[in-house]
């Protein structure tokens, strides 16, 4: 069974650039979660989907990231303009439904120089 | 603010037993206990969850207490492949994943 799949796996840009990360959730997984993990720290939940709707976005700062999963399989997470406290660890899990175990990919790296 | 304890870090001999321990003293009797490692480099892994009972699995053992505000992970035997940040999570009824920051556990030959 293929995982979670994203890309790129790393990523530099300038601040103020913008930037996009892209997963591929295990196929039939319902529910999809982006979550951002600075170094030396636990992920941390920034969007959960449930198909292509969202559960909950409160920690998203949506000034400058944004998520969609348009037809509720693929989704892209986007932050525009990027900031320097940005850099970290963009990691993409999936789950076949709300409230079983997640899968993991194993993330995009970002750095903002 | 799904809150858990947990030591920064631990340190086990090869082919030992290892016990992770967790605090989480506020716990809602709704709450499920999730663990999760994650190995360098990689995405976190799932590794057990529970609610009151323990729990086995192929991977590990989860010892729950019995007025629920602590838990602990057992390893078996250890092996260096075991070596990983280890997140102990309280899952709320919004079934949301809140890590904390994990015990490193190093494992020495």
């Known amino acids: 069974e293929a995982g979670v799949a994203q890309s790129p796996r790393y990523k530099i840009i300038e601040k103020r650039q913008s930037v996009a990360f892209w997963c591929n959730p295990i196929?039939?997984?319902?529910?999809l979660y982006w979550y951002q993990q600075i170094l030396g720290q636990g992920p941390k939940l920034l969007i959960q989907?449930?198909?292509?709707?969202?559960?909950?976005d409160s920690q998203l700062p949506k000034d400058r990231f944004s998520a969609e999963r348009l037809k509720g399989v693929d989704s892209t997470l986007k932050i525009q303009p990027a900031k320097l406290e940005d850099s970290a660890v963009y990691l993409c899990?999936?789950?076949?439904?709300?409230?079983?175990?997640?899968?993991f990919g194993s993330g995009t790296q970002l750095s903002v120089l | 603010d799904a809150k858990t304890t947990q030591p920064n870090s631990m340190e086990s001999n090869e082919e030992e037993p290892v016990h992770l321990p967790c605090n989480h003293s506020?716990?809602?009797?709704?709450?499920?206990i999730h663990w999760y490692r994650q190995l360098p480099s990689q995405g976190p892994e799932y590794v057990i969850h529970?609610?009151?009972s323990n729990v086995n699995n192929r991977m590990a053992s989860l010892a729950i207490a019995e007025d629920r505000k602590s838990s602990t992970l057992i390893l078996h035997r250890a092996t260096l492949r075991d070596a990983a940040v280890y997140y102990c999570?309280?899952?709320?009824?919004?079934?949301?994943?809140?890590f904390g920051g994990g015990t490193r556990l190093m494992v020495k030959p």
């Open positions: 196929s039939g997984h319902a529910t």
């Open positions: 529970g609610l009151t």
């Open positions: 999570i309280r899952r709320n009824a919004g079934n949301m994943l809140t």
């Open positions: 989907f449930q198909n292509n709707g969202v559960v909950d």
């Open positions: 899990a999936s789950s076949l439904a709300r409230g079983l175990e997640l899968f």
């Open positions: 506020t716990i809602s009797g709704t709450d499920y």
